[in-house]
């Protein structure tokens, strides 16, 4: 059976300056946050079956007490970075690969995840790394985030980076596919264990309560595209009863549709 971890990095304000600041729910009103901007959750989530440890996503570029926050959340359920087989990334926008990388004392950076091989969609890294520049039009998330460049450069001819084509299976228990939508070459995944799928469908469906709505995101680079994907999963999901896996949605990370 497929253990299933939500790997909460927190909820954030985050507002012009595209700087994620922590936001305590229980103490921070929200009245007080900078006018204009938005509050979100950013969760990547742990996935372990038999031998791997599959991470879907990174979270943000964000270090606590020297070393990357996804780290000390990964270690509050007993697993060590060096541990992590496997990291899939559905698109490169800063919420979600921010960590994917971290920054050492001379000031260089290496990957965060030391033994894993990271998953991306060829076209997604040529992408990120072209309008890496760019601050605004169609690279700026919804949360204002866009793509970070230098991190990327070490996706690059990295020999722990396989690069994606628009779809096929990564391990016989991973299946990936293009979807687009939420930005031209984002990624959706499905991971089979015995009876169970598990979706993973990123920043086109990453919360739950957006699968209950029909709705076109101004955020998104395709929203007419999203909107139809959503409909097709939500369609799909009930009949085969997938698991899906909510990036921003702390209070129902992992639900079953019915
Ligand atoms: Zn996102």
Redesign the pocket.
């Known amino acids: 059976m497929a253990q299933i971890i939500p790997l909460a990095e927190g909820t954030f304000t985050v507002d012009k300056t595209k700087i994620f600041k922590p936001f305590h729910p229980e103490s921070d009103r929200l009245q007080d946050r900078p006018k204009g901007s938005l509050l ?1 959750e950013i969760q990547p989530f742990l996935i372990k079956i038999d031998q791997a440890y599959i991470l879907l996503d990174t979270g943000l570029h964000l270090e606590q007490d020297g070393e990357p926050l996804l780290y000390q959340v990964l270690r509050k359920h007993h697993i060590e970075p060096e541990q992590i087989t496997h990291v899939l990334l559905s698109h490169l ?1 800063k ?2 690969a921010g960590g994917i990388s971290k920054r050492l004392a001379d000031g260089t950076s290496v990957l965060s995840f030391p033994q894993a091989t990271y998953f991306v969609h060829q076209d997604e890294l040529k992408y990120a790394l072209s309008h890496a520049s760019e601050p605004d039009a169609e690279t700026t ?3 204002g ?1 866009s793509y970070e460049e230098e991190e990327f450069e070490l996706l690059f001819h990295n020999n722990q980076v396989v690069l994606l084509d628009d779809a096929g299976y990564i391990e016989p228990q991973i299946r990936y596919a293009l979807s687009g939508g ?1 930005c031209p070459y984002h990624v959706v995944f499905w991971i089979y264990d015995q009876e169970e799928t598990i979706f993973y469908g ?2 086109v469906a ?1 919360q739950y309560l957006q699968l209950k709505t029909r709705y076109i995101a101004k955020y998104d680079y395709d929203g007419k595209r999203s909107m139809e994907l959503r409909q097709q999963y939500v369609e799909q999901g009930k009949r085969e009863g997938w698991t899906f896996l909510f ?2 949605d702390v209070q129902r990370p992992v639900m079953k549709l019915i």
């Open positions: 979100i926008h919420d979600h998330h919804y949360t985030s939420h990123g920043d990453p990036y921003h």
